[in-house]
């Protein structure tokens, strides 16, 4: 199984279960449902963001250092 099988298939079941976790928590006294959803995109987008800066990059074989 190839990793982008295994994230096709761990991605919307991570999702529904963060989606259905925040549904039941609209009330919470701290991070409510709708805060928490745009709290772990917000992580997932900076994690993104600090995976294309050059040091997390390969090294090209093309081009010397």
Known sequence: MTGASLFKALGPA???SLFAWAQKHQDASFL???QMVFFILNAIVVVVIAMTFEPFLPRSTDRPN
């Open 32 to 34: 409510p449902g709708n």
């Open 14 to 16: 991570g999702g529904g």
